[in-house]
């Protein structure tokens, strides 16, 4: 299974990206597709993730409300959209995907590589 995670770059506080995660190599069906993210000289912590089978979402406080995660079955894709981006909001942005329905960096079957997010002030 192999995680292409794509749409990182540089933007202004305040702007928005859009992060997407091709998977390929198994259907996700019955998997949880997501986002973990780590700033320098932090921890790698959770952000986002989607039940593959009924779409249901889960979000990190911090993000809640600014940043929206969906998937397209057809395309086996997730993506992040995220708006209001902050200074705080800059990190590398891993795809991952795993059995369980929440997230955690200790029960997530797949790493994708990351892509960098900066956010400018």
């Known amino acids: 299974v192999q995680l292409q995670a794509s749409g990182g770059g540089v933007v202004q506080a305040g702007g928005s990206l859009r992060l997407s995660c091709a998977a390929t190599?198994?259907?996700?069906?019955?998997?949880?597709a997501g986002w973990f993210r780590q700033a320098p000289g932090k921890e790698r912590e959770f952000v986002a993730s989607?039940?593959?089978?009924?779409?249901?979402?889960y979000y990190a406080d911090s993000v809640e409300g600014r940043f929206t995660v969906s998937r397209d079955s057809a395309k086996n894709t997730a993506t992040l959209e995220m708006t209001s981006l902050q200074p705080e909001d800059s990190g590398i942005y891993y795809c991952?995907?795993?059995?369980?329905?929440?997230?955690?960096?200790?029960?997530?079957?797949?790493w994708g590589q990351g892509t960098l997010v900066t956010v400018s002030s």
């Open positions: 989607i039940r593959w089978s009924g779409g249901i979402a």
């Open positions: 190599g198994r259907s996700f069906n019955d998997y949880t």
């Open positions: 991952v995907a795993g059995a369980a329905i929440r997230l955690q960096p200790g029960n997530v079957a797949y």
